[in-house]
DNA sequence: GGGTATGCGGAACAGTTATTCCACTTCTGC
DNA sequence: GCAGAAGTGGAATAACTGTTCCGCATACCC
């Protein structure tokens, strides 16, 4: 059964396609603090049409980053089942950086737990966004976990390596990658290749000096990040 | 002559330390974002006082962390200067993954221009702060350029990478630290390792596929990333 | 065409936060 | 001690943004 989309009067399945479209325009540019207000502005209609839509602004943004979350976890797992997973690992990273260089608010919506960016955590209750984005971390992070296996055994990554920190790497080459491409697009691929070529075994590879992060740590870590709303007394 | 600041009431001093010193706290516990009336609770007095010190709230961070700009200035300094550049090459990145790590304000201040989780940018115009901000990155950029150069000659560090590749490296370490601290301080001791064993030269370094970013070009995305207010009419 | 459910725009509301203002205190020099 | 300059607290203000509400318009079905 379809979503009662059908149901939906030509006009105002018109405006609704129209805001999807301008929303994720305005979002890419400017990031998710766009106000409402702009994204109506752009799509031509009032606000209030915008609520008719969708309850709130949370449900909005995951209506324009759904398929592309969805399409993140796609490419993990085709990454992960490549013929060559040295490059397949090293494509993955400079797939995951192209579109958060692309896409200001798609950088804010999955590396917001990371940076906070945003105000959104409510009061720690699971939004159906962030559950959204805890789903598709969690479904990458498995595809990540064969990928970087059979990495190693294919003699193109370092051991010690665990899917942990390649998320954290991850997070950090993207959070730069967005505003780096300003000054010149595509610019994230020296990061990439210092990084990675760091990444490949070497004789004279440096110890780890403390054991990776737990799924567990990550995941509690990323959402903890977003609470704030707690002033010490005195 | 020492500012008028000897020229200030007892109790008005004393004030104006309390209130430095709880800022500094707040900030770096809840970040740039927190309230003024927060900070003035935690210090004991009033908004009022808040601002009869301190012209707004860019200049209360700027009093707050002038200081920890100009260490993080001296650090590359010394860096540049020391005798194992390889070694001290590393440290650098070190110690300013602590600094970030231990002070979410901070965070937001330094990487503000390369995340803007900020709303201050006003209207591009340079506010002191972001003055101070400009000229600790182009006094560390410096003393940086010195060190790459004595590391590469000790055969420590790859030929081709630049000092706005490292400050780029940097961000993205730092950008990361601080909330992966969150799950286990210090964690990030494993994202510098696998980054700097990268940097080190090797037969089979991958090309570098674009040149790297100029000073110039660094300095005006950090600038432009903050630059919003300007929506497409349609 | 006409009646009605559906949809629309945007003004009004509520909550948040930087900043201002001023009646009231507190220190300081004598 | 005391006059008055210096300092203080916190209510009021202004600006912003998510959300609600409702009188009016539009498309759909017959």
Redesign the interface.
């Known amino acids: 059964m379809p979503p009662q989309t059908t149901r939906l009067r030509r006009d105002a399945r018109e405006n609704r396609e129209r805001v999807l479209l301008e929303a994720a325009a305005?979002f890419a540019e400017?990031?998710l603090t766009a106000t409402l207000a702009?994204v109506a502005?752009?799509a031509?209609v009032g606000v209030g049409t915008l609520y008719r839509r969708f309850p709130d602004k949370d449900e909005l943004i995951l209506a324009v980053y759904q398929a592309r979350m969805d399409a993140a976890v796609t490419l993990a797992e085709r990454s992960s089942g490549a013929a060559d997973p040295g490059t397949a690992f090293r494509e993955f990273i400079e797939h995951g950086a192209h579109d958060f260089a692309t896409d200001r608010g798609f950088r804010e919506l999955v590396l917001g737990?990371?940076?906070?960016?945003l105000g959104w955590s409510r009061s720690g209750a699971a939004t159906s966004l962030s559950a959204a984005i805890d789903r598709m971390n969690t479904a990458v992070s498995g595809h990540l976990a064969v990928l970087l296996e059979r990495a190693k055994a294919a003699g193109a990554l370092?051991e010690d390596?665990a899917p942990t920190?390649v998320q954290?790497?991850n997070?950090?080459?993207q959070?730069?990658a967005?505003?780096?491409g300003?000054?010149?697009p595509?610019?994230h691929?020296?990061?990439i290749?210092?990084?990675?070529?760091?990444?490949?075994p070497?004789d004279d590879?440096?110890?780890?000096?403390?054991a990776?992060?737990t799924e567990e740590?990550?995941s509690?870590?990323?959402r903890?990040?977003a609470r704030?709303r707690d002033?010490?007394p005195?």
Not at 113 to 117: C, I, K, M, N, P
Not at 193 to 200: A, Y
Not at 205 to 210: E, F, L, T, Y
């Open positions: 305005v400017h990031g702009d502005k752009a031509g737990g990371l940076t906070d960016a370092r390596v920190d954290l790497i997070a950090a080459v959070s730069v967005g505003v780096a300003l000054a010149r595509g610019i691929h020296r990061l290749i210092m990084i990675v070529d760091g990444l490949r070497r590879s440096s110890p780890m000096p403390v990776p992060l740590e990550l509690r870590a990323v903890n990040s704030d002033m010490p005195h």
